[in-house]
């Protein structure tokens, strides 16, 4: 164990930990709920003040002391430098507004959480000392004109608080909370100018109108977007790197159900390849093209400051997404950090990119309690047209006496055909999704509390994934200079998964049951399938996962500009995997029932301690950020399996009434991993045009040598904001232009256990006197000098905004070099082993992204549009001195080749199908015959072997993206989103083995037009019990490029001129189709297909997965 490991003594902090954590999130939610409780009544608050000949401003800061609000106005319309006085002793907050505000033309009004002030208008004056103070403002004045009108965004929706003042004059009133108004004026010639913070301000003439109502569009400059970036926020003009956001908006009533699913062709760079329809089913993610062969090429992801490793998955039935235990419906934001500028401060784990994940927060206001429910139906895209039994009992006759075999079945015979998948799948497979939230507070203690429900039931029978969450985030002021607050996540998350992956292959003219009511086995010279119905029906393949997720912080302001953080966080979860394969199926039935128990506990704490410093000053902005982080972890399993049962009545309740003979030990493992680091990031701007950041980590960690447990992982970025140089203050058009480049470092040390550096010892059983003994044998070669793969990036970054940011653009080039790969290559046979892990050799990626979003229309219709496509080359540029390395797989069509992309498939060219004995006679395959398959022989020595495999196909992309629209009228809103891939090759397993033809499994009706003497126009080779060649070839290779229309909704946001009787404020009602469309030429079940998951070598491959499903959901939303 290294020495960094052992001083972390993970147990003693968590006996520190756990009360210091129990402690701050009860006092958080106490303090929450007092802060709920607070701000019921507004207006009734019992203030105490005694202020006399102070101004205005004065009274009402020293105000919001005391009653714990905020007031809203514009100094332009209210007298702020009016000497008052006011005198008030535990007095109702409303009776001293009125006696403070009446006197000077002033009304108030409570709207969420704040006092909103503005003046009345001339003609509701009702004291002297009022009429005195408009003579002032507007001497002289003829008769007024009354307007009155609405102020509006370019929505439709009301504004508040809008100002509105007649231009030369100080004569103005503000906006009621629905956007209405009424203003006197002196005559029709008089200007309104319309104002408010965010939006461009507005002129209009009154003219012969006595109602003017005004449409106001958003000031892009003054709504200057900020950004979660590692460690801290920064306004997106100061960023220096590549940092993409998703808009979580255009999420609302897609049916994700998690929330890695949210990148799929929304981010520029971002390629997702789907785990299919099953429910729970894990993805996997790429951020800028993978960098590692056996290491991790999965994403960190960050949940509210808490960095989660998403380990990699094979693609099987069994992997689960780990990310199904966080509601995707509680996120506020997505940011996905792509270049070294941007990921190096999380240094040794930031080389695959960062996903950082802020979940929703409450809000100072009034309180207010959301409901969001949906409820839809699933069904699968497609199903495979398989052979009758008839034709299926034709075919294996017809091969077996191709190879001089007898026929198998009666050729008069009529079978009955039984369609296995019509039993399996089932249409409309409903989803659920249901959320309650409450939210609100004053602006010292905001809370929200948010209880969630959602269940998925699959296409394929009695497989499900149900979530309960339970989610509590409180953020609490005190005094001036503290803050407290909390994030707290709790779900239970349970999955029945499929286990029918020979559906397709099985006989269609056996029945499902037996007269006797029993499933039908079938097992024929060695070939057994499992009956799907019962397996699905009896057998039990469920996981559940009990997680907590959350952190408490403490924000300090030890002086201006400067602030301390200290966050502490728990990631626990709890996982059991419980499995029985019944005795009524084929499997089971050869062992008398197989049961297995699995469970395990993980617990992940954190400590991050920052110091952040910010000053401007002049021309000049600076800040800097320093911190210390460690994380620890620590691993325990447990495993218990038993077959032999009388019965399947028990399951896996009870493991003891196995047979023992047959018994299996109990297995049981402990693993832990810590990781230190110190960061550090500084930025500095010049006359907010010259930008420039260096960034840098250091990283100690438990999973390397002593020789190289540390690790520094520095960047340096450098940005021009050319919009704001002189010379271009005459180009109105352009309203934003900013160039950057960044150089760093990042690593990797994820996907490759914890122990990599290190000997390890296993047990073994061996023969002693007769008897079998246990004993102890190394398991891996310690290699102390192994050390965490590093890449090195470059990026090259333009952005450019036009027309008010109503066209804007960013394109991005960058270089990755990855070295000191983490490979697991063969050793010398003298070592004892057969192979070990060793820092050699490296890959290369480079590539180019496109975004461009556009508002062509605006107003109350209007039409938002976002565009963004990318390309990645990879290529394996070193292997540490071998030209090629065949992986460790069954696949006979893998090669990892210098020179070449991951992800190839290699294997024979074929020439058509061998025509005559004469051809076969000519060619380089002598064991063929008429129908068999030709293959190219390259280098012409009549001979197919290895040397004549060529690359027939590679399954990453040459483009990807996505297209989004988005169309709003007076509340009604349509979205659509478009998702593509162009250039990618698939595998199709599913076609090798529905093409083979051996006559024991069921094939597909493409097969019809198999080659016979009769039939020779056809590119499907004859049928056969034998095949002259089992390796791979190009016929299974096909082209996988697709167009999916991903997502279409229809909402509406029906409005309300008043709450309804029970309180209802908000309705929103909207439907959602998921995968409505597809355009392929892909002739498998789906397109979007990753059999092995995350595995870095075998990708693009289908086989057997669990189909992709299309989703109609129905939604309300209501606020109350």
Do not use: C
Request: proline fraction near 4%; charge should be positive.
């Amino acid at each position: 164990m290294p020495s960094l490991l052992k001083s972390k003594k993970p147990n003693s902090i968590m006996r520190l930990s756990i009360p210091q954590f129990l402690l701050v999130l009860l006092l958080s939610t106490a303090i929450g709920a007092r802060g709920k409780d607070a701000h019921q009544d507004l207006l009734g608050q019992n203030v105490t003040v005694n202020l006399k000949n102070v101004a205005l401003s004065k009274a009402l800061s020293e105000i919001e002391k005391q009653g714990k609000i905020r007031f809203a106005y514009s100094r332009s319309l209210i007298p702020v430098k009016q000497i008052v006085s006011v005198n008030a002793d535990g007095q109702p907050l409303s009776l001293v507004l009125d006696k403070l505000l009446l006197p000077l033309a002033i009304e108030y009004q409570s709207v969420k959480g704040q006092i909103m002030l503005k003046r009345k208008p001339v003609s509701e004056s009702v004291t002297p000392q009022q009429k005195t103070l408009n003579t002032e403002s507007s001497p002289e004045q003829p008769a007024d004109l009354n307007i009155s009108g609405k102020v509006t965004d370019e929505k439709g929706d009301g504004l508040p608080g809008v100002s509105i003042i007649v231009k030369g004059t100080q004569t103005g009133s503000t906006t009621n909370v629905d956007g209405t108004y009424s203003l006197a004026v002196p005559d029709s010639k008089a200007v309104l100018i319309f104002s408010f913070v965010g939006y461009l301000s507005q002129e209009v003439i009154v003219g012969s109108r006595s109602g003017v109502d005004v449409v106001l569009k958003v000031d892009e400059k003054a709504l200057e977007e900020v950004v979660v970036v590692g460690y801290g926020t920064q306004k997106r003009s100061d960023i220096t790197g590549a940092i993409s956001s998703i808009n979580v908006k255009d999420l609302d009533g897609v049916p994700l159900r998690s929330m890695d699913q949210a990148l799929q062709g929304r981010v520029a760079g971002v390629f997702l390849t789907s785990g299919g329809g099953q429910p729970g089913a894990a993805n996997s993610i790429r951020i800028r093209g993978g960098n590692s062969i056996n290491g991790s090429n999965e994403p960190l992801y960050v949940i509210d400051g808490i960095p989660i490793y998403v380990a990699p998955t094979d693609g099987a039935a069994n992997s689960l997404n780990p990310l199904n235990s966080i509601s995707p419906t509680d996120i506020a934001s997505i940011e996905v950090l792509k270049d070294a500028s941007a990921t190096a401060i999380y240094g040794a784990r930031g080389g695959n990119g960062v996903v950082l994940i802020t979940t929703k927060r409450g809000k100072a206001g009034e309180s207010r309690i959301d409901l969001d429910v949906s409820y839809g139906f699933q069904k699968e895209l497609k199903r495979y047209d398989l052979l009758n039994a008839k034709q299926f009992e034709t075919l294996a006759n017809e091969a077996s006496q191709a190879d001089g075999g007898p026929l198998l079945y009666d050729p008069n015979a009529n079978p009955e055909t039984t369609d296995w998948q019509s039993y399996i799948f089932r249409r409309n497979a409903p989803i659920k999704d249901y959320k309650l939230s409450a939210s609100g507070g004053d602006k010292s203690t905001q809370y929200l509390l948010t209880f969630g429900y959602y269940k998925q039931d699959g296409v394929m029978k009695n497989t499900d994934m149900e979530r309960y969450s339970l989610r509590l985030n409180v953020d609490r002021q005190i005094k001036d200079r503290i803050k407290i607050g909390n994030n707290l996540t709790f779900s239970n998350v349970q999955s029945n998964r499929s286990r029918t992956s020979t559906i397709l292959l099985n006989a269609p003219d056996l029945p499902v049951r037996q007269p006797d009511g029993s499933y039908t086995r079938y097992d024929k010279d060695g070939v057994g399938f499992n009956n799907p119905v019962g397996l699905l029906n009896d057998s039990r393949s469920l996981n559940k996962v009990f997680r907590g997720l959350g952190n408490v912080f403490a924000t300090v302001e030890i002086l201006e500009g400067l602030n301390f953080k200290t966050m502490w966080g728990l990631d626990a979860s709890f996982n059991k995997n419980d499995s029985y394969t019944p005795q009524s199926v084929h499997t089971g039935a050869e062992v008398g029932g197989n049961a297995s128990v699995n469970t395990n506990q993980n617990l992940v704490w954190l400590n991050e301690n920052t110091l952040d410093f910010t000053r401007a000053f002049k021309d000049h902005k600076i800040n800097i950020l320093a911190g210390y982080t460690q994380q620890s972890a620590r691993y325990e399993a447990l495993s218990a399996s038993a077959t032999g049962f009388l019965n399947d009545n028990t399951g896996s309740n009870n493991l003891g009434l196995g047979n023992p003979g047959q018994a299996v030990l109990p297995g049981s493992s402990t693993a832990a991993w810590s990781i230190l680091s110190w960061i550090g990031r500084a930025n500095y701007t010049f006359k907010s045009r010259y930008l420039f950041t260096v960034t840098g980590r250091y990283d100690g960690s438990s999973r390397f040598g002593n020789n190289n447990s540390w690790g520094f992982f520095p960047s340096a970025a450098l940005a021009w904001r050319i919009i704001e140089e002189p010379f271009m203050k005459n180009l109105k058009d352009i309203s934003d232009f900013k160039l950057r480049v960044s150089h760093g470092v990042t690593g990797n040390q994820d996907g490759i256990g914890n122990y990599p550096a290190l000997d390890l010892w296993g047990a073994a059983n061996y023969v002693l006197n007769n008897q079998v003994a246990t004993g102890i044998t190394p398991t891996q070669l310690a290699n102390k000098n192994l050390r965490w793969e590093s890449t090195a990036s470059t990026d090259m970054g333009l952005e450019l905004g036009l027309f008010n940011n109503r066209l804007s653009f960013v394109f991005d080039a960058y270089y990755k070099k990855t070295s000191n790969l983490l490979l697991n290559i063969s050793v010398p046979a003298t070592s004892g082993f057969i192979n070990g892990t060793k820092n050699i050799g490296s890959v290369q990626n480079k590539g180019l992204e496109f975004t461009v979003n556009a508002i062509p229309v605006d107003g109350q219709f209007s039409w938002n549009t976002s565009f963004n496509v990318a390309l990645n080359r990879n290529k394996i540029l070193n292997l540490g001195g071998s030209d090629e390395i065949i992986p460790s797989t069954d696949k006979k069509s893998a090669l990892l080749k210098v020179g070449q992309p991951l992800g190839n498939f290699y294997g024979y060219i074929s020439d058509g199908l061998f025509q005559s004995a004469q051809e076969v006679k000519d060619g380089a395959q002598p064991l063929a015959k008429p129908g068999d398959v030709r293959f190219i022989d390259y280098n012409d020595d009549k001979i197919i072997n290895a040397t004549d495999r060529r690359v027939m196909g590679n399954a990453q992309p040459k483009l990807y993206g996505g297209f989004t629209n988005t169309f709003s009228y007076k509340g009604i809103e349509l979205s659509a989103f478009l998702q593509f891939v162009y250039g990618n090759s698939i595998y199709n397993e599913n076609t090798l083995n529905l093409e083979n033809m051996l006559g024991s499994a069921n094939q597909s009706i493409t097969v019809l037009d198999r080659w016979t003497p009769q039939n020779t126009d056809t590119n499907i080779p004859r049928a056969t019990t034998t095949k002259p060649t089992g390796d791979p070839y190009d016929r299974y290779v096909e082209d996988g490029s697709y167009l999916r229309l991903k997502n279409v909704q229809l909402s509406y946001n029906i409005p309300l001129k008043k709450p309804l009787l029970i309180g209802i404020r908000t309705i929103k009602a909207y439907m959602n189709v998921q995968n409505l469309l597809t355009f392929t030429k892909y002739s498998g079940l789906d397109p979007e297909v990753n059999r092995y998951g995350s595995n870095n070598v075998l990708q693009g491959y289908d086989l057997s997965p669990y189909p992709n499903v299309r989703t109609t959901t129905f939604g309300l939303n209501i606020g109350f």
